[in-house]
Every structure is written in structure tokens, then in C-alpha cells.
């Protein structure tokens, strides 16, 4: 069982907008940054947002990150079916003085 | 653009050492401020964070790994090495090394997966 809970699917229409969450605790995203990860079938995790709400360089401004509290969130706006993958969140634990993920959260395109 | 490339034991039996290399090409493993990286992933199962090795030295391990973890880096070699001792088959996975900083710069590796059965 993880420390951070994400729900373990999500789903939305071409065009609409999803939100993923990841709920932790005070010693990992309540205290540090957030960093979510896109996983296409097949193929490596792609860092998707850092910082809790930064795209790196080729994110499209379609995916947008946000955090309050101990939860985080992605959101994915104008869905489209290359979204269709697992996505992962994953923050410092001070706790346990080390990195944890989320379960993950396949999303599918209808 | 970096790139990562994974390579090592692959098949293993139970109470063995895995021992996997990252390759980095495009540019060096000495970069400032710079963290190198394994996670793994069970078949089906979600991601893992393993350890990394920072440039200025320091390693971080897993807890629940740690103490049959180490991380190294060989500046001479530009790639950078896992050795988990003592596996079982809770240890197969795909296994992937990765590269970051603070600033979005995130390369993966494409990763390999390592099997262990007696």
C-alpha cells in the first residue's frame, strides 16, 4: 500500500477535462514539492510536472499541477487519446527520508 | 540531450547479487547539481524508488532496501551501477535508471527487466 493514494483509474471524453489526486500527508507533500509522471503503455515513465506546478520543456499547457495541503492534483484539460496512460505522483517523505510514488492512476480515453 | 541506457544481469537466482550499469551519453554524469536515479516496477505494479547517487557524492537509499542497496558512480566510465544483494522474487521488476535536477531535466533510462527464479 503506498503512502500516497491516488485513485487507481480515472476516465473522461476527447475534449474534457480530468483531474487526477494524490493524497499524502505532512511529511511528504505537505511539506515538499510534488512531481507527477506519464507513463504510456510500453514504455518508460516521462517526468510530466516538477515543483508541484512546473511543465518541463515539450509538456503541453494542457496538463497543469496544483497542490493544497497534503493533497495534490493534475489536471488535463482538452483530453485527447494519446493521453491515455498511467500517471503517477511522487514527493520527498521526510518521514521516511526517501522517495515515494503513488499507486497510479490508469487513465482512459472513451 | 542525455540519454540513459540500462544494461546487467538479467536473470538471476534467489540469494544472488543483481548487478545492473546506466550508460550516459550526451553529456556527463559529473554535471552540477545533478541526481542519478533507479526505480523499479513489479510486472503490472506500480513504481518503486530504489536510490539515487547525487554528483556531489551523497547517496540516498529506500529504507526497506537499504540495507542491501548501494549506488555508485564512475566518472571515468560516465555511467553509474546498482548491486542489490541477497534477491528474491520480490525483487523482479523493471528496473530503470534516471537523471534529474531541480529544474524539469528528467531523462529515464528505457529499462530492463531483471528476473529472479530459482
Known amino acids: 500500500q503506498s503512502v500516497l493514494t491516488q485513485p487507481p483509474s480515472a476516465s473522461g471524453t476527447p475534449g474534457q477535462r480530468v483531474t487526477i489526486s494524490c493524497s499524502g500527508s505532512n511529511s511528504n507533500i505537505g511539506s515538499n514539492a510534488v512531481n507527477w509522471y506519464q507513463q504510456l503503455p510500453g514504455t518508460a515513465p516521462k517526468l510530466l510536472m516538477f515543483n508541484t506546478n512546473q511543465r518541463p520543456s515539450g509538456v503541453p499547457d494542457r496538463f497543469s499541477g496544483s497542490k493544497s495541503g497534503t493533497s495534490a492534483s493534475l489536471a488535463i484539460s482538452g483530453l485527447q487519446s494519446e493521453d491515455e496512460a498511467d500517471y503517477y505522483c511522487a514527493a520527498w517523505d521526510n518521514g521516511l527520508s526517501g522517495l515515494i510514488f503513488g499507486g497510479g492512476t490508469k487513465l482512459t480515453v472513451l | 540531450q542525455l540519454q540513459l541506457q540500462e544494461s546487467g544481469s538479467r536473470l538471476l537466482k534467489p540469494s544472488q547479487t543483481l548487478s545492473l550499469t546506466c550508460a550516459v551519453s550526451g553529456g556527463s554524469i559529473a554535471r552540477d547539481h545533478y541526481s542519478w536515479s533507479w526505480i523499479r516496477q513489479p510486472p503490472g505494479k506500480g513504481l518503486e524508488w530504489i536510490g539515487f547517487i547525487h554528483t556531489s557524492g551523497y547517496t540516498r537509499y529506500n529504507p526497506s532496501l537499504k540495507s542491501r542497496v548501494t549506488i555508485s558512480a564512475d566518472r571515468s566510465k560516465n555511467h553509474f551501477s546498482l548491486e542489490l544483494t541477497s534477491v528474491t522474487a520480490a525483487d523482479t521488476a523493471v528496473y530503470y535508471c534516471?537523471?534529474?535536477?531541480?529544474?524539469?531535466?528528467?531523462?529515464w533510462g528505457q529499462g530492463t527487466l531483471v528476473t529472479v527464479s530459482s
Open positions: 534516471a537523471g534529474g535536477n531541480d529544474y524539469g531535466d528528467s531523462p
